[in-house]
């Protein structure tokens, strides 16, 4: 069967795009490497979730290699990579029919507008190679508020320096908060900060369909069983192949796309999961397959026209990789000195913490004045982040350490027991993740490996996972912050750490969007400059990424480019 | 002969990626100190083992229990968490049946089987070099002089931390995998479980594309924005 659209991938990228052009009446095929759960399927499963990788590829049959950076003896440094299925270090983050966001946290934050300036308004960083964005806040903002009426975002809007606007209120309102939010509150008003309702996509009433939280307290990295998580799957999918316009098919992983003679597509192959190959063909391509393995796939896809790969004539593709820069800090509330309701309070489970402090996404600090190469002119803005706070479940995670002494011996028995019930009944620990931006250096990107390939005999990405030094500058910064708020808290043990570690489940960059070919993958609409009927939806087009977690902006740009290629598709009908 | 002793022992591949094990460990370290790991079933396959036989063998209902491989895990996880007044014992949170469930029922890897049944042997022939009888046999003193005594060497100490990091999924996991009946373990802890939980037919290695399990123990991932 000959499509309108052929999606590649089904997460938050590849889902408004099916949505919008399956509901405009277009054929749309979505190949989707995973297999197909529903909410039956999903359960607060810790062995599944936290202590077994159970919704990814086996890492011998699918896998990455990373490059990571070393020093020698003689303290010179080079790169050297090292397999996932030797490290164990998984870059996989849900592969499955709607992809990672099954297994999102959700926490919606916006961009700020000056987030899609970066350049512009604090300058150029050596060493990175930040850009302005080819489209602005303004041309955004409609479309995350698509995404708070279709995906599902509760929340409400609170003034804060930082607020950026929006067109609209949020359709659904905030889900039931956790006590110990308003301890936050009271305590950023004595501090003078803002403390922040964070916006989720997770349905606080039912709606569209599916059903409103139960409010199990695990949420985050576990698959929604009620369908009031807003992932790809059950926000958008589910309504599009309802609508009969919309085929999904699962298990049927993409390992090349066909060109022609005039550079066009001609053709995704796939496999399916008997391994035998297939092939389809549409009007227009979508690959969408979060940012590492949609740099593989374009990079793999060479042909006649393309042999760099598919839309790398210009050696843009893979470059430019982001993740999200920052880091943890943790602040501990000893029982002992609590009062019993303020026991009671912090150890609710069910409802959302749902507070973050964004004060420091921009900083005026002497800190950062030799940043830039504007130094000389006393520039001491620097772009900043969010501190987002949160508590953990994962009572097995929590065990581990229980058997150890102070001295890292082993123990047991009545030891032991007493070790495992200090840990779970004694205190409880509150958590912040800060969220900068992961800048975008040379010594971030994906190659193809060629040593390493997976099961079907393909090469592997290659991602070397360099960071730069403004990075952990900032985020130790903001985490600092964070300390002092925890301390003022009345939080024991506080502490903190930032790393330039890559955390695998944010990725964004590899084909950024921009208005010059030489030096950008995509044009404005996430159309490749160099191939007509090539859609990018995913976080890939970001030049850079903003300081808050990405589905979101995923989410609101693939509906953008969405309404583009469904305007093309009906002018070609 | 000694074999947790065995010089020749490294720490294989497949412990270094557990989380527990990693925990205090830069990921930049462990990477570094990967390099150069010899795995245990390339050192290990010529030793003989010592009281228990170690082939997979069909062993119908409960008669598993009484292996002398069975018996004898069972008498390591009590001493580990021994009935008491303090908290649910290794009997109480059905640590065995999770640990048989672990070798028979889970994806884990056949390395890490093979060094839990050869720990067994191994655990014995030391018992006998030192006290001339089988772990088993041995009273509550002397089972503590034992594995105190095998710690001593890297493949104990990984030998019994494998088995702890078993008795804390017994303890704190869904009931449908073995362990903590009837929620005994989050209840002695005061730890709420999510809801709903798996039940027979969807444990997570029963799941529509679970024929691509991996068969390793996810590290864990330097993950952020990631928990409720």
Same mark, same amino acid.
């Given at each position: 069967?000959?499509?309108?659209?052929?999606?590649?991938?089904?997460?938050?990228?590849?889902?408004?795009v099916?949505?919008?052009?399956?509901?405009?009446?277009?054929?749309?095929?979505?190949?989707?490497?995973?297999?197909?759960?529903?909410?039956?399927?999903?359960?607060?499963? /810790?062995?599944?979730?936290?202590?077994?990788?159970?919704?990814?590829?086996?890492?011998?049959?699918?896998?990455?290699?990373?490059?990571?950076?070393? /020093?020698?003896?003689?303290?010179?440094l080079?790169?050297?990579?090292?397999?996932?299925?030797?490290?164990?270090?998984?870059?996989?983050?849900?592969?499955v029919?709607?992809?990672?966001?099954?297994?999102?946290?959700?926490?919606?934050?916006?961009?700020?507008?000056?987030?899609?300036?970066?350049?512009?308004?604090?300058?150029?960083?050596?060493?990175?190679?930040?850009v302005d964005?080819?489209?602005?806040?303004?041309?955004?903002?409609?479309?995350?508020?698509?995404?708070?009426?279709h995906?599902?975002?509760?929340?409400?809007?609170?003034?804060?320096?930082?607020? /950026?606007?929006?067109?609209?209120?949020?359709?659904?309102?905030?889900?039931?908060?956790?006590?110990?939010?308003?301890?936050?509150?009271?305590?950023?008003?004595?501090?003078?900060?803002?403390?922040?309702?964070i916006?989720?996509?997770?349905?606080?009433?039912p709606a569209?369909?599916?059903?409103?939280?139960?409010?199990?307290g695990?949420?985050?990295?576990?698959?929604?069983?009620?369908?009031?998580?807003?992932?790809?799957r059950?926000?958008?999918?589910?309504?599009?192949?309802?609508?009969?316009?919309?085929?999904?098919?699962?298990?049927?992983?993409?390992?090349?796309?066909?060109?022609?003679?005039?550079?066009?597509?001609?053709?995704?192959?796939?496999?399916?999961?008997?391994?035998?190959?297939?092939?389809?063909?549409?009007?227009?391509?979508?690959?969408a397959?979060?940012?590492?393995?949609?740099?593989?796939?374009?990079?793999?896809?060479?042909?006649?026209?393309?042999?760099?790969?598919?839309?790398?004539?210009?050696?843009?593709?893979?470059?430019?990789?982001?993740?999200?820069?920052?880091?943890?800090?943790?602040?501990d509330?000893?029982?002992e000195?609590?009062?019993?309701?303020?026991?009671?309070?912090?150890?609710?489970?069910?409802?959302?913490?749902?507070?973050?402090?964004?004060?420091?996404?921009?900083?005026?600090?002497?800190?950062?004045?030799?940043?830039?190469?504007?130094?000389?002119?006393?520039?001491?803005?620097?772009?900043?982040?969010?501190?987002?706070?949160?508590?953990?479940?994962?009572?097995?995670s929590?065990?581990?350490?229980?058997?150890?002494d102070?001295?890292?011996?082993?123990?047991?028995?009545?030891?032991?027991?007493?070790?495992?019930?200090?840990?779970?009944?004694?205190?409880?620990?509150?958590?912040?993740?800060?969220?900068?931006?992961?800048?975008?250096?040379?010594?971030?990107?994906?190659?193809?490996?060629?040593?390493?390939?997976?099961?079907?005999?393909?090469?592997?990405?290659?991602?070397?996972?360099?960071?730069?030094?403004?990075?952990?500058?900032?985020?130790?910064?903001?985490?600092?912050?964070?300390?002092?708020?925890?301390?003022?808290?009345?939080?024991?043990?506080?502490?903190?750490?930032?790393?330039?570690?890559?955390?695998?489940?944010?990725?964004?960059?590899?084909?950024?969007?921009?208005?010059?070919?030489?030096?950008?993958?995509?044009n404005?609409?996430?159309?490749?400059?160099?191939?007509?009927?090539?859609?990018?939806?995913?976080?890939?087009?970001?030049?850079?990424?903003?300081?808050?977690?990405?589905?979101?902006?995923?989410?609101?740009?693939?509906?953008?480019?969405?309404?583009?290629?469904?305007?093309?598709?009906?002018?070609?009908? | 002969?000694?074999?947790?002793?065995?010089?020749?022992?490294?720490?294989?591949?497949?412990?270094?990626?557990?989380?527990?094990?990693?925990?205090?460990?830069s990921?930049?370290?462990?990477?570094?100190?990967?390099?150069?790991?010899?795995?245990?079933?390339?050192?290990?396959?010529?030793?003989?083992?010592?009281?228990?036989?170690?082939?997979?063998?069909?062993?119908?209902?409960?008669?598993?229990?009484?292996?002398?491989?069975?018996?004898?895990l069972?008498?390591?996880?009590?001493?580990?968490?021994?009935?008491?007044?303090?908290?649910?014992?290794?009997?109480?949170?059905?640590?065995?049946?999770?640990?048989?469930?672990?070798?028979?029922?889970?994806?884990?890897?056949?390395?890490?089987?093979t060094?839990?049944?050869?720990?067994?042997?191994?655990?014995?022939?030391?018992?006998?070099?030192?006290?001339?009888k089988?772990?088993?046999?041995?009273?509550?003193?002397?089972?503590?002089?034992?594995?105190?005594?095998?710690?001593?060497?890297?493949?104990?100490?990984?030998?019994?931390?494998?088995?702890?990091?078993?008795?804390?999924?017994?303890?704190?996991?869904?009931?449908?995998?073995?362990?903590?009946?009837?929620?005994?373990g989050?209840?002695?802890?005061?730890?709420?479980?999510?809801?709903?939980?798996?039940?027979?037919?969807?444990?997570?290695?029963?799941?529509?594309?679970?024929?691509?399990?991996?068969?390793?123990?996810?590290?864990?991932?330097?993950?952020?924005?990631s928990?409720?």
């Open positions: 069967m000959n499509y309108d659209i052929c999606i590649i991938g089904s997460g938050a990228g590849a889902s408004p099916a949505y919008t052009l399956a509901n405009a009446g277009a054929k749309v095929l979505v190949l989707e490497k995973g297999p197909w759960l529903t909410e039956k399927e999903f359960y607060k499963d /810790e062995l599944a979730i936290s202590l077994r990788d159970a919704y990814n590829p086996n890492l011998n049959d699918e896998q990455h290699v990373i490059e990571d950076q070393y /020093e020698n003896d003689n303290g010179d080079f790169w050297q990579g090292e397999a996932t299925s030797e490290s164990g270090s998984t870059f996989w983050n849900g592969t029919v709607g992809g990672s966001s099954n297994f999102m946290s959700g926490y919606f934050h916006r961009l700020k507008p000056f987030d899609f300036r970066l350049k512009s308004e604090f300058g150029a960083i050596d060493g990175a190679n930040v964005w080819p489209i602005s806040y303004n041309d955004l903002e409609p479309f995350y508020a698509m995404v708070d009426k995906v599902g975002v509760s929340g409400k809007h609170v003034d804060h320096p930082f607020a /950026e606007p929006h067109s609209t209120d949020f359709d659904y309102p905030p889900l039931a908060e956790h006590p110990v939010a308003v301890w936050i509150d009271k305590t950023a008003e004595k501090l003078g900060v803002h403390s922040i309702p916006p989720r996509a997770v349905l606080s009433q569209m369909g599916r059903r409103s939280c139960e409010y199990s695990y949420c985050s990295n576990y698959g929604c069983s009620s369908g009031a998580k807003g992932s790809g059950a926000a958008l999918l589910n309504n599009a192949v309802a609508g009969g316009n919309c085929t999904i098919k699962p298990e049927s992983k993409v390992y090349k796309i066909d060109t022609d003679n005039d550079g066009q597509i001609s053709g995704v192959l796939f496999y399916d999961r008997q391994n035998r190959k297939h092939k389809v063909t549409a009007k227009y391509y979508v690959v397959c979060q940012a590492i393995e949609t740099s593989r796939l374009l990079l793999a896809s060479k042909g006649n026209k393309f042999p760099k790969g598919l839309a790398n004539n210009n050696e843009q593709v893979g470059k430019n990789l982001l993740f999200s820069a920052g880091g943890t800090g943790q602040g509330f000893i029982f000195n609590m009062s019993k309701q303020q026991v009671n309070e912090l150890t609710r489970v069910g409802p959302f913490l749902n507070r973050s402090l964004q004060d420091w996404y921009q900083i005026n600090d002497k800190t950062f004045s030799h940043d830039t190469k504007n130094s000389m002119t006393k520039n001491i803005r620097a772009k900043g982040g969010t501190l987002d706070f949160l508590f953990y479940q994962n009572p097995v929590r065990a581990f350490g229980s058997q150890r102070s001295d890292g011996g082993l123990v047991w028995g009545e030891q032991l027991k007493l070790n495992l019930k200090k840990e779970f009944t004694t205190y409880k620990t509150l958590r912040f993740e800060v969220f900068n931006d992961w800048l975008p250096t040379d010594d971030c990107f994906v190659t193809l490996d060629n040593k390493v390939t997976d099961k079907w005999g393909d090469p592997v990405a290659k991602v070397r996972v360099g960071f730069h030094p403004h990075d952990l500058k900032v985020g130790e910064y903001i985490a600092a912050k964070g300390e002092e708020f925890l301390i003022a808290m009345g939080a024991t043990n506080v502490s903190s750490g930032v790393s330039g570690s890559p955390p695998p489940n944010l990725q964004a960059g590899g084909c950024r969007f921009g208005n010059d070919p030489k030096t950008s993958v995509l404005k609409y996430c159309q490749a400059h160099e191939v007509d009927n090539l859609f990018v939806t995913d976080g890939s087009f970001m030049p850079t990424g903003g300081s808050v977690p990405y589905t979101y902006t995923i989410y609101a740009n693939a509906f953008r480019v969405a309404e583009h290629i469904k305007q093309r598709w009906q002018a070609s009908i | 002969m000694n074999y947790f002793f065995d010089k020749r022992y490294k720490t294989p591949q497949w412990l270094q990626e557990k989380s527990w094990y990693k925990n205090n460990k990921r930049r370290a462990f990477l570094k100190s990967a390099a150069g790991v010899i795995a245990i079933t390339s050192t290990t396959t010529s030793l003989p083992s010592s009281a228990v036989a170690l082939s997979k063998t069909s062993i119908k209902n409960n008669q598993w229990r009484i292996t002398p491989l069975w018996k004898t069972n008498a390591v996880l009590d001493h580990l968490l021994p009935k008491s007044s303090t908290g649910p014992s290794a009997q109480d949170i059905h640590a065995l049946q999770y640990l048989h469930n672990v070798v028979t029922l889970q994806p884990t890897s056949e390395a890490e089987i060094f839990i049944k050869k720990g067994v042997g191994w655990l014995n022939g030391y018992s006998q070099s030192q006290l001339n089988l772990f088993i046999d041995l009273n509550t003193v002397q089972k503590e002089t034992i594995l105190r005594g095998i710690s001593k060497s890297q493949a104990g100490e990984n030998w019994i931390s494998t088995l702890l990091s078993y008795i804390f999924e017994a303890m704190l996991t869904p009931e449908i995998y073995g362990g903590n009946p009837e929620h005994i989050e209840k002695w802890l005061n730890h709420q479980a999510g809801f709903p939980l798996p039940k027979a037919g969807t444990r997570y290695y029963e799941l529509p594309g679970a024929y691509r399990i991996s068969e390793k123990i996810t590290p864990q991932k330097i993950k952020r924005n928990k409720a």
